[in-house]
């Protein structure tokens, strides 16, 4: 098979076709990155064990992809087989007890509003994060001063060995931005969260709708970006540090740093992968220069790149 060829092929017992040389950058937030070798993006939990024991039997790596919001893949893409579980979107939620079990693909700000039509409190927070339940179970995504970790029970996970496994919090070694998670080849399949029932809806909209107001008001929130690039080096913020060291505006090719939020990197629409590793590394070196600190990423660097990224890694 030729590397155009984009004709699926179906693996035995897989309801979900597997496709060859498939773009990613679309799949990510920020528009930028290489082909996927092979891609799938199931909707059953049968496929992604037919498309995992294909690729095992291939000798092929697995990538995991959720709605690629806090990605920058390289221009020469992912070898191996990407799996994206962004169409795993079950829910049961319990508005009695509050207890809500999600699929890892269910988008969060679908799920702040759902669960705010149920009077159910305690997620407001994510409404303007554009990620799933999977990334943010991974990232331990947060905003407004909470965060996933906050209402997590437990995860599913499905282990390279094909096993599936409950784990719970306590077990994910959460912290700012951060889980044991992350780098690991642990597919996050749902989420059980713990969160308050009974209260008015009407008053639980209000607030979710406030989140997501500030948001507007406050990032490059429809523009193709990653999120924040750095990690907020507490007490300090990221943005705050690079906004002061001049470098809003700076450019290199399609790639630039945000006026509206300084630890936000934008893609013009014609931006690669190089230029924004470019951007981030002038970004790092002018910050450790000006103000003595070393900015880590935020951003998760998936798959192959032109230039050396060992430094970021
Ligand atoms: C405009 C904008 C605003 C943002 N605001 C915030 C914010 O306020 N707070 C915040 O924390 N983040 C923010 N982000 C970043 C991002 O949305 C979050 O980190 C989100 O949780 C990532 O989810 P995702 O599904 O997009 O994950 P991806 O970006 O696709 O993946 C992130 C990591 O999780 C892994 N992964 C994804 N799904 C799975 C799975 N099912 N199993 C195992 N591993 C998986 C990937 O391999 C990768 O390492 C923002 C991003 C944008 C573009």
Not at 63 to 79: E, F, M, V
Not at 197 to 215: I, M
Request: net charge neutral; glycine share 10%; charged share 20%.
């Amino acid at each position: 098979m030729n590397s155009s060829d984009r004709t699926p092929i179906h693996i035995l017992g897989a309801k979900c076709p597997v496709y060859r040389q498939i773009p990613l950058a679309k799949m990510t937030t920020l528009r930028v990155g290489g082909p996927a070798e092979w891609y799938i993006a199931p909707r059953r939990l049968d496929d992604i064990y037919g498309a995992l024991n294909w690729a095992s039997s291939e000798g092929f790596p697995v990538t995991l992809l959720g709605a690629g919001s806090n990605l920058l893949i390289g221009d020469r893409g992912i070898s191996g087989l990407v799996v994206s579980t962004r169409y795993l979107r079950e829910l049961h939620l319990d508005e009695v007890s509050g207890e809500v079990t999600v699929a890892a693909g269910f988008p969060l700000p679908k799920l702040a509003w759902q669960l705010a039509n149920h009077g159910i409190s305690g997620f407001e927070w994510a409404v303007g994060i554009p990620g799933t339940v999977g990334g943010a179970v991974v990232m331990n995504a947060g905003a407004h001063r909470s965060c996933l970790a906050d209402s997590l029970r437990q995860v599913e996970v499905l282990e390279p060995d094909g096993q599936i496994v409950t784990l719970p919090r306590s077990a994910l070694a959460y912290n700012y931005r951060t889980s044991c998670l992350q780098g690991s080849s642990r597919l996050v399949l749902q989420a059980t969260l713990q969160l308050q029932p009974g209260e008015d809806s009407a008053v639980v909209r209000q607030r979710t709708d406030k989140h997501l107001k500030q948001r507007h008001g406050t990032q490059p929130y429809h523009r193709p970006s990653c999120g924040s690039v750095f990690r907020n080096p507490k007490p300090q913020a990221a943005g705050w540090l690079i906004e002061q060291a001049g470098l809003k505006g700076y450019r290199v090719g399609g790639v630039h740093v945000a006026y509206e939020h300084a630890n936000f990197i934008l893609n013009g629409g014609h931006g690669t992968t190089q230029d924004a590793i470019a951007v981030i590394r002038h970004v790092r070196e002018t910050v450790r220069q000006v103000w003595d600190v070393q900015l880590q990423l935020e951003v998760k660097l998936l798959g192959e790149f032109d230039q050396d990224v060992s430094d970021f890694l």
